[in-house]
């Protein structure tokens, strides 16, 4: 890489956005933080800007907005608050890409922002497509502006296509961990409580991911993004269980041949080849060794048990306005579950609930998923 890139990191404060500013720090001369934002973490926020020495921050929280401002206006960083702000700052000539890794839904506005800019995307909040695919991968394709995708899965069958773009894909292969309960059944998971449930094998992410990765919820979302990333039908994706998160995901090609791409459970690889691609930087991330694995395994995913992810494939069947049904029902599920309000196997309830009881539309406008989204999470939060 010649020359430096400025980098707005929506989501700054979280598991993604740290480490992101890990890799910045580590590549001072490749990356500039151009733009920091949180919604409520005001103090690392701070914290962050003090060092990065951004150009602009943004408090999605209001109310913590003259916190902010009183400790960064001496160091000449713009401070402004406000979902609007995120839409603004994303706009502005200075930045160079956009790292989404906001949780959730409140991704979506932001995201579109910046590709209507032209800004190239990098993406780590998977429910900007899960919600709008259709018309996020529209639009990204008439602004000819790239999404680099972020996630481990993602960033590994974006790795095994580099040079193979003009092959057609046979199936790809989504591995996943199985979380803290793989291998349990039903009748097992009645009384596990949010504490097991934040304890995931391999990964160390936010509460909300951590509990999608424990309901098989995450890797549902994944074959939803993966759809709209590489432009796959139902029948070409797959998922397997490899509890080692060594084998990130899998491409077979046309011919039967198939490529993996592998290492460590470590985001900042995946994050730094979304902030540099084409280009590989050298890093000094720990390497895998093959001796510490001698024997890597794999085995299918149990849909009985872990509902969330047959929900997410019949809702991407579907298509339309349903897999913004059914973000929007787990985002609140996922809330519910870490006050103690539901059960964890009650999260598949909830979601299927919704997934029945919404209004579907075939083709839904922004508006729509708007509507959508609104109509779920009051339908959700009553839910009993």
């Known amino acids: 890489m010649s020359t430096s890139k400025n980098i707005a990191i929506l989501g700054s404060t979280g598991s993604i956005g740290t480490q992101a500013l890990e890799v910045i720090a580590a590549n001072p001369e490749h990356f500039t933080a151009e733009v920091l934002t949180a919604q409520n973490s005001a103090t690392l926020l701070i914290e962050q800007a003090r060092k990065f020495k951004p150009n602009v921050v943004v408090i999605g929280n209001e109310a913590k907005y003259q916190e902010v401002f009183d400790a960064l206006d001496p160091l000449d960083i713009k401070v402004y608050a406000g979902a609007n702000a995120l839409c603004s700052v994303v706009q502005m000539d200075s930045v160079d890409l956009?790292?989404?890794?906001?949780?959730?839904?409140?991704g979506l506005k932001p995201t579109i922002a910046a590709i209507e800019s032209g800004k190239n995307i990098a993406l780590a909040n998977k429910e900007t497509l899960v919600v709008a695919g259709e018309l996020i991968t529209k639009l990204a394709a008439e602004k000819g502006i790239n999404i680099y995708p972020v996630d481990s899965e993602h960033s590994a069958i974006f790795?095994?296509?580099?040079?193979?773009?003009?092959?057609?894909?046979?199936?790809?292969?989504?591995?996943?961990?199985?979380?803290?309960?793989?291998?349990?059944?039903?009748?097992?998971?009645?009384?596990?409580?949010?504490?097991?449930?934040?304890?995931?094998?391999?990964?160390?992410?936010?509460?909300?991911?951590?509990?999608?990765?424990?309901?098989m919820m995450n890797k549902g979302l994944e074959v939803i993004e993966a759809k709209w990333l590489f432009g796959l039908k139902k029948s070409q994706i797959e998922v397997i269980v490899?509890?080692?998160?060594?084998?990130?995901?899998?491409?077979?090609?046309?011919?039967?041949?198939?490529?993996?791409?592998?290492?460590?459970?470590?985001?900042?690889l995946p994050i730094q080849f979304a902030m540099t691609y084409p280009a590989r930087l050298k890093t000094d991330f720990p390497r895998f060794n093959f001796m510490d694995y001698p024997e890597l395994t794999f085995e299918a995913p149990d849909l009985e048990t872990f509902r969330n992810l047959a929900l997410s494939f019949e809702a991407m069947d579907k298509g339309g306005n349903m897999p913004c049904i059914l973000n929007a029902a787990n985002e609140v599920a996922v809330a519910r579950f870490l006050k103690d309000e539901i059960g964890f196997l009650e999260m598949s309830d909830l979601v299927a609930h919704c997934m029945q009881k919404i209004s579907f539309l075939q083709q839904p406008t922004y508006e729509d998923y708007v509507q959508t989204d609104e109509e779920t999470r009051i339908l959700a939060k009553a839910f009993k």
């Open 98 to 106: 956009v790292l989404t890794a906001l949780v959730g839904y409140a």
């Open 242 to 268: 490899h509890p080692q998160s060594i084998i990130h995901s899998l491409v077979q090609f046309e011919d039967g041949s198939m490529k993996a791409q592998m290492g460590l459970p470590d985001m900042k």
């Open 159 to 215: 790795q095994c296509l580099v040079g193979e773009f003009h092959n057609p894909i046979e199936k790809i292969v989504l591995t996943a961990s199985g979380g803290p309960f793989r291998g349990m059944k039903r009748a097992e998971l009645l009384q596990v409580k949010k504490e097991q449930a934040l304890k995931h094998p391999n990964w160390e992410m936010g509460a909300k991911i951590t509990i999608d990765s424990a309901s």
